[in-house]
């Protein structure tokens, strides 16, 4: 089974109180792209310029990404500097470079148009939708997109949406989104204009899966250092999709142990700064953590643990 | 069993964007001590004017709130004036009238002194060690205490510390007090200088234990309407102290579980102004929502739903 992921891949300049990292790779499609790679195969529709380093690409390749779909055009690569003070649940930008992501038109690859899933990363909307005329039928459509789209484009969003089957945004851009406080009405909201599954980024407070009208909380795993968050989002998104790209079962049993997946893979990202922590990941990793988050929500029935009660 | 709440009663007037609530009964010990009726017998020290009404006196009595140590002296009971915006994990104080709580030195009477467990609110930490002087070898201390006692008086909180076994307090005041960004670098610090549990209140995103070094995540639960969040900490500190309390085991088992019995409370707290949730709400109500929080968390191992995987 494989996943079709459209988005950026970019140089990064990142600061934080901890350090600084200058021009490490990142990117939506990219950072998604390695996290699903450990259950998945990857088609990765991205572009990139001329000084995009091969070592990377590498890189991608020895995870089983297909590269196919990736552009190489003259020009400078997509850059983004970003900071972030002790609060690590909000990035401010510092500069955004488009340069060749400014005429990023996704042509979707023949051999990737029957793909069984799409994760149309956070783009402009109308470039999503261009996505979806361009593949046939996949099962499952899940899409990022982020508070520059919802304040700028919203009749194309509301569009795009009609054709999500799983919406993954955070908690800010819920409420903008539906302009609605309470996140169980911003929900159900955003459900009737077409996603079925709406799952609600909270940074390091976790993430909320809503499907139909059921509700599951995922926490995020208190870790001793965060080295920087970027990417966490899109990590996060990774692992959820790819699992589930696995399993090509999308009940709400399969959604939530989704939704751990990605909590795992953002938490690993988290630990270095740009991919670096999962470049040297195992499964065995993987799996070991899952169960962490098992062990870290765990608690007994009233009736398991006796005593007197009123 | 009998829990021994020290704290304040107080009138609250209340400003949301959905609605204002005008000196309505509010105060720390308050809510504390009709959360924690449901599970247990308790034993309120407080203060309160003249102006404080018998009618909410007959409601904690018919709630088996033990008031003989509840103060009626000359003046005027404590006001507190606040508002949230849209925002509600944070209150903004627009005004507070100490009046009769100003002169509060909580006086334990002798029935009192051996009560099992101690619930130390949030009040002036040299307040909170004359308590303890005045009690006998309760098997559990637990306390709260906020950024106004460890800006202005971190010594007498330390000092207190010493004698605590449960701090509970929001997740912004665990990184002031022990001046570090990282929750498990600052339980690790708060822990060596007494309370060999912590729980860290976050609002709307839950509540977290840190025991000994085992890490649990308790959830909120998604609510439809929040109507007021003035005394969800302390809702959250009645039901898991009253839940112990009832138990008389505080192992991580017990804690956990006591995380949860905090969270429904505080979760049906907030769905009105004031108390007035807790008054009609029956223990049926409350096990049917720890039910719920069961179901909110529960995930399946990876084992149990099959599927190839690499």
């Given at each position: ?49 001329e000084d995009f380093p091969d070592q990377h690409l590498e890189f991608l390749r020895s995870r089983g990404v297909d590269l196919r779909g990736l552009q ?128 609600i980024k909270r940074g390091e407070y976790g993430a909320l899966l809503c499907v139909d009208d059921e509700w599951f909380s995922a926490p995020a795993l208190p870790l001793e250092s965060v080295q ?83």
């Amino acid at each position: 089974m494989s996943v079709l992921v459209v988005g950026s891949v970019a140089f990064d300049t990142i600061r934080t109180p901890f350090g600084v990292a200058t021009e490490v790779v990142g990117g939506s499609a990219n950072y998604f792209s390695v996290a699903a790679s450990f259950f998945t195969d990857v088609r990765l529709v991205a572009v990139v310029g001329e000084d995009f380093p091969d070592q990377h690409l590498e890189f991608l390749r020895s995870r089983g990404v297909d590269l196919r779909g990736l552009q190489r055009v003259p020009g400078k690569t997509f850059r983004w500097v970003g900071e972030y003070g002790f609060d690590f649940n909000e990035a401010k930008t510092l500069d955004t470079q488009l340069n060749v992501f400014a005429d990023f038109a996704p042509k979707i690859p023949e051999d990737y148009r029957e793909s069984e899933v799409v994760f149309l990363a956070n783009i402009d909307p109308d470039l999503q939708r261009d996505v979806l005329r361009q593949v046939r039928r996949p099962a499952l459509v899940a899409a990022d997109t982020m508070n520059y789209w919802i304040a700028r484009k919203p009749e194309a969003l509301r569009q795009t949406l009609t054709m999500v089957d799983a919406l993954i945004i955070n908690d800010a851009e819920t409420r903008q989104l539906a302009n609605e406080q309470s996140l169980v009405r911003a929900a159900r909201t955003i459900q009737a204009w077409g996603p079925r599954i709406l799952i609600i980024k909270r940074g390091e407070y976790g993430a909320l899966l809503c499907v139909d009208d059921e509700w599951f909380s995922a926490p995020a795993l208190p870790l001793e250092s965060v080295q920087d968050p970027t990417g966490a989002g899109d990590c996060f998104a990774g692992g959820a999709v790819g699992y589930l790209t696995s399993r090509m079962r999308f009940d709400a049993g399969h959604l939530r142990q989704a939704m751990i997946m990605g909590s795992v893979m953002a938490s690993f990202n988290v630990e270095a700064f740009s991919l670096d922590r999962l470049r040297t990941l195992t499964r065995a990793e993987i799996e070991a953590r899952f169960t962490a988050f098992r062990r870290l929500v765990h608690f007994d029935d009233l009736a398991e643990r006796s005593g007197d009660s009123r």
